[in-house]
């Protein structure tokens, strides 16, 4: 009998505690979900930090390019072409650099009709031919039926129908390289970069560094600027006869950017003739690309935009943000 008040304040200490440890646990518990959600909280906040911080340094750089004084010459000398580093007070490190689209050969072009005696389909054909492919006619085809306005063609509709995945061509300028790849003939292997063997190889190009899609609808082909295009672009454009010119056109520029393209029609009437309307001394599409960086976390912001050649307003075509 006396045993059990004894086994009942035992067990009273023992429920004590065990009430005083879930009550620790409880208190440890929600101590430890506290700071994770502190944490949480935090790395949320900087995460916001960063992706403002990758706009503003973008946005910063493209101040740059519409404050540039001379909107007739562009080449890759001037303020805007250059990178853009910058460690702020808070600790946030961010890069930016805006890039010439019209150093490219633009594949919305073929979109676009143009008044040149040499259309933008003989230029890509004779930029993929510089890159080493040898059999691109089909591709250059069906990526005509599969951006022009119409549906007449091979490669339109009917020819996309089939399948387990049938899809219709957009026939229309495209905005994003995924589309590119739905076109007839298209893969990624056709992007991968080229070593470069020979300097004077001249099927030596690399489409992956000539090429470039802007998401903008087209009224004309967009020109390539002399002043910052890259040979395997040249050769594309003025034609795979026409080595000389483009070693001399890119042997002049390096002295003294081109300020009209007078100099250089002068020079070779006949290759002016030919290229009138596809090239040009100034550029309209850039691209900017920014990262904002603290603690081993990233923010980045790619954009397309368009520069008015008159005004120098820059205006956004696509903003997208992203990790890394
Ligand atoms: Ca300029
Ligand atoms: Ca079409």
Partial sequence: MPRRPAARSGMALI????AIVLAGGLALFLQARASSLARTEQSELLRERLRLAAAEAAREALWVLAADDNLAVDHLGEDWALPRES???????????????????????????NRAARSSRDILLDLMMFCGD?????????????????????????????????????????WAPAELLRVHGFSA???????????????????????????????????????????DVLMGVSGLQQE????????????????????????????????????GTASSCFRVRARAAAEGQHRSVMAWVERDPQTGDVRILQWMEGEG
């Fill in 15 to 18: 429920l004590v505690l065990v």
């Fill in 189 to 231: 292997d056709l992007f991968r970069p080229r070593p470069r063997t020979d300097s004077d190889d001249l099927t030596g190009g690399d489409l992956s560094a000539s090429t470039v899609l802007v998401p903008l609808p087209l009224e004309a082909p967009l020109p390539v600027n002399v002043n910052t295009a890259g040979r």
């Fill in 87 to 113: 460690l702020r007070e808070d600790g946030v490190s961010t890069w930016a650099i805006v890039e010439d689209a019209n150093r490219f050969f633009n594949w919305n072009n073929l979109a676009a009709s």
């Fill in 134 to 174: 040898f059999d691109s006619s089909v591709r250059v085809d069906a990526l005509e039926d599969f951006v022009d306005a119409d549906a007449d063609g091979t490669y339109e509709d009917d020819f996309y129908r089939t399948g387990e995945k049938p899809y219709v061509p957009p026939n229309r300028e495209l």
């Fill in 244 to 279: 000389e010119v483009v070693r001399n056109v890119m042997a002049l520029r390096q002295m003294q950017p081109f300020e009209s393209l007078a100099a250089m029609f002068m020079a070779y009437p006949e290759v002016a003739a030919a290229l009138e309307g596809s090239v």
